[in-house]
């Protein structure tokens, strides 16, 4: 289906993320490569740190997290952090990247090519109806819904995972594209 070969020396070195346009690329040990198509997400961000929370203050206190490493990546009403174990420099260096490629900055009202949107491995993630399928694999979209919330991956064939939340782009992306079509009264 898709060209999985990544060079990964276009990656961090710890936690395998980059931008290999028009993608950001997560290529974690032993999975899949995971991209996203930058142009179909809304904006990449640093991670807020004025909203602490009980979260948060757990993770304060835990010395190897620091929220400025968090990536923050919006799609419609979904946020998604993500961790870049690189340090918070390597973290902004990515922001940088891949912020020119998103919707905001191109200021695209068109709907995303959710057929491209999020691809692992060379399985891409859609939705149909109630289900997000990834490859032969489905899950209804409220388990995976489920499943984000407790921080849990979806097992795919092979024994590999995707983490729930980050298939709840593809959800996202779809209800936001569905909203802004939608004829107004």
Known sequence: ???????????????????????????????PVIRIDLATLDRVAIRPDDEPDEESHELAEDWAHDRRCDLLLACGDLELALYVADGPEAAEQIVKQASPLTREALHADKPGALDRFLIVGSDVVIQRGELIQV???????????????????????????????????????????????????
């Open 1 to 31: 289906m898709a060209d999985t070969t990544i060079d990964r020396t276009k990656l961090l070195p710890r936690s395998g993320v980059g931008v290999v346009p028009p993608w950001l690329v997560i290529a974690p040990p032993d999975n």
């Open 135 to 185: 490859g032969t694999v489905a899950f209804r979209i409220q388990e995976v819904r489920e499943y984000a919330l407790r921080g849990a991956n979806l097992p795919l064939t092979g024994g590999r995972l995707l983490q729930a939340a980050m298939a709840l782009l593809v959800v996202a992306a779809a209800e936001r594209d569905a909203e802004r079509n939608a004829p107004t009264d």
